[in-house]
């Protein structure tokens, strides 16, 4: 009963929670992404690349002739599919790009706490170096120093 109760203190912790939530949303907005590469972004870039499908681009590694991937992939023929290989590509560049964009944001909200500048240290009248500012004998050279 003790593990189960230990899982249950573990998993309810804000951390943890906040991590899968993040995680599903990021898995919901990975498919949206894609969908927006394989249906919005490519399509159009496709025709004005003389009309070419991303998506089925492929280098045909054996010598059985197919025309599509989807041919290929049916027949076991082994392919480099690099139009899909670029369509990822696509869809981590704008996942990257959102995420940097949101963080970016959410850091104008949190600003950083400006560091107090640096205060000059004490320095013994008679040689010079550099002391502590409550010590009252420089160990440098040893002169007896007014607080």
Known sequence: MGLLKDF????????????AVGV????AFSKITSSL?????MPPLGVL????????????LSDV???TLAEAQAANVPVIAYGSFLNAV???????????????QINRFFPKKEE???KAPRLCPYCREAIADDA??????????DK
């Open 8 to 19: 249950k203190e573990f998993a309810m912790r804000g951390n943890v929670v906040d991590m």
């Open 24 to 27: 599903v949303v990021g898995a």
């Open 37 to 41: 590469v394989d249906n919005i972004i």
């Open 49 to 60: 690349m003389g009309g070419v499908d991303f998506s089925n681009l492929f280098i045909n």
């Open 65 to 67: 002739p197919v025309k």
């Open 90 to 104: 696509i869809d981590f560049l704008i996942i990257a790009f959102s995420v940097f964009i949101v963080m970016r």
């Open 116 to 118: 107090a500048p640096a």
């Open 136 to 145: 009252t004998r420089c160990p440098h050279c040893t002169a007896q120093l």
